[in-house]
């Protein structure tokens, strides 16, 4: 069986570091707030060349709390895609405020030629999803932003260490959310997340957020360390434990990118004589391939085709955020304007892509792919 995506062999690689890094911070004596995590929020912004942030629980609760943190809530309308994780639009949901959908374009990322119409009093923000690991066009969605006097959340679960213009996604925005599911670029082994900044405001606002709303970043404050809440938050802590294990996979992250673009490249170079339509890399972006999509009209066949050779293939979102009964009633009024994003994902499939995928595997999966295709 060819794995869609499996940690198995990273662990038996690195399992040494890991129990080694865990056992220290554990006999440190901290669980949470220690010395792993300080480590780990250091390093990650010196890594995402990102001035400031704080990490978190996870993805969905960074997305949370950089809503709340811009006073985004009941009645509010947020600008994001249909295509996405749920998490994107249950965050919007949770904070109370209303999902608009807007089409996407060919390469899966919102289509920012069409954000300008759904724009009305009560839109306060929009979240581009740097999508499948490619990074959103910034300078457009700023500036629709900017003219409209709109917040900016990056969504950046699927993208860390994608670029656009040569910055790292997070940057662009008021605030990006990452996510460290375990199959993402960065991925621990449980949940966590990150959220960036570059205003310092912001900044002491998610540090509140995340730990009950207790002030936690002004020692001149008479409530410093007391425990006592500012304002409502929730819990979102990264442990010591995740910590631990993200500080040795973050010295790996961008050699693993470097393996993803070349099997990434690889695939490309081999499928590129088939009817697949295959991802492109936008002018001025860095793609990671957290996922390689293909598109074909048959895509669900060949799905089931390459699953009955024992490689694992699949379609990550099989139904689009409006169609779900969780969020149809409330995205009604955009449901005629989604016509690409609902064409694309009737077709569209992603291959195995993770650093340790084997070279024999990858040539296995492009061999039966093809022959499927020529059938
Ligand atoms: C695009 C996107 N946004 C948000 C999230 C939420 O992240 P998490 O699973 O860490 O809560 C994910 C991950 O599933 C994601 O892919």
């Known amino acids: 069986m060819i794995n869609f995506w499996s940690y198995k062999s990273e662990y038996k690689r690195l399992n040494k570091k890991f129990l080694k890094s865990i056992d220290i911070s554990l006999k440190r004596g901290n669980v949470f707030f220690g010395e792993e995590l300080k480590k780990f929020e250091k390093n990650f912004l010196k ?12 993805g969905t609760e960074a997305l949370i709390i950089a809503l709340k943190s811009l006073n985004i809530g009941y009645g509010d309308e947020v600008i994001t895609v249909s295509n996405t994780a749920i998490p994107t639009v249950s965050a919007i949901v949770n904070v109370g405020a ?6 996407t374009g060919q390469d899966y990322l919102m289509d920012y030629n069409k954000i300008q ?14 999508l499948y690991g490619q990074s959103c066009n910034m300078d457009r969605i700023n500036q629709i932003a900017k003219k409209n006097n709109l917040k900016v959340i990056e969504d950046c679960a699927q993208a860390q260490g994608a670029k656009f213009k040569n910055n790292f996604v997070g940057n662009f925005g008021d605030l990006g959310c990452f996510s460290f599911y375990p199959t993402k670029i960065l991925g621990a082994y449980g949940d966590g997340g990150f959220i960036t900044t570059k205003n310092v405001k912001l900044l002491q606002r998610i540090k509140r957020l995340r730990f009950y709303g207790i002030e936690t970043t002004n020692s001149k404050s008479k409530y410093f ?18 910590s631990s294990i993200l500080n040795v996979k973050l010295k ?27 991802p492109n890399e936008n002018s001025q972006c860095r793609h990671v391939y957290h996922l390689f999509t293909a ?15 024992k490689i694992q293939c ?9 169609k779900m009964n969780g969020y149809r009633f409330m995205t009604k009024r955009d449901h005629k304007n989604l016509q690409n994003t609902e064409k694309l994902n009737k077709g569209i499939f992603c291959l195995p892509l ?5 070279i024999k595997d990858i040539k296995r999966i492009i061999f039966n792919l093809k022959k499927i295709l020529s059938n």
């Open 295 to 309: 598109y074909h009209p048959k895509g669900s066949y060949i799905i089931s085709q390459l699953n009955k050779k």
């Open 314 to 322: 699949r379609k990550i979102y099989p139904h689009l955020i409006h």
């Open 98 to 103: 209303i999902p608009r959908f807007v089409d």
């Open 252 to 278: 790996y992250v961008d050699q693993n990118i470097i393996k993803r673009r070349k099997i990434a490249k690889y695939y490309l170079n081999q499928l590129k004589q088939t009817s697949l339509i295959l």
């Open 117 to 130: 119409k759904l724009i009305n009093s009560k839109t306060k923000a929009i979240i581009p999803v740097h």
């Open 47 to 58: 890594k995402n060349r990102t001035k400031y942030g704080v990490a978190v629980g996870s």
């Open 225 to 242: 360390n007391d425990y006592y809440a500012q304002e409502n938050g929730i819990n979102s802590r990264l442990d010591e434990i995740q």
């Open 354 to 358: 993770y650093p340790d995928l084997k």
